[in-house]
């Protein structure tokens, strides 16, 4: 079955960097657009980044000019590199890859920062 395979989580101290990876398995990622949502304690899931199979990207706006999206086709993975975190940024991430008819989802990451 599709299989949507997260890593790169961790602690980070404000200000850090942490790049996360999606790979998926049994689908061909760019042909779907891939998201990037992030989930808060006691927070609602909130869609962080997205890049879609014409490679257009966007951002939630609290993360424009920190966080970046981008795609490896050779590789099938989506990455988020983020930078300049801040504490507001702790979350599971979780990936997300959609297309009409479609979805599916990543088991999360946890991301925490803090000093």
Not at 47 to 65: C, E, F, Q, R
Request: some cysteine; aromatic content about 8%.
């Amino acid at each position: 079955q599709v299989q949507l395979v997260e890593s790169g989580g961790g602690l980070a101290r404000p200000g850090g960097s942490l790049r996360l990876s999606c790979k998926a398995s049994k689908i061909i990622i760019m042909i779907y657009t891939t998201n990037w949502y992030r989930q808060a304690l006691g927070k609602q899931r909130e869609l962080v980044a997205s890049i879609n199979k014409d490679g257009h990207t966007s951002y939630t706006d609290s993360v424009k000019g920190r966080f970046t999206i981008s795609r490896d086709n050779a590789k099938n993975t989506v990455d988020l590199q983020m930078n300049s975190l801040k504490p507001e940024d702790t979350a599971v991430y979780y990936c997300n890859v959609e297309r009409p008819g479609e979805d599916y989802w990543g088991q999360g990451t946890q991301v925490t920062v803090s000093s």
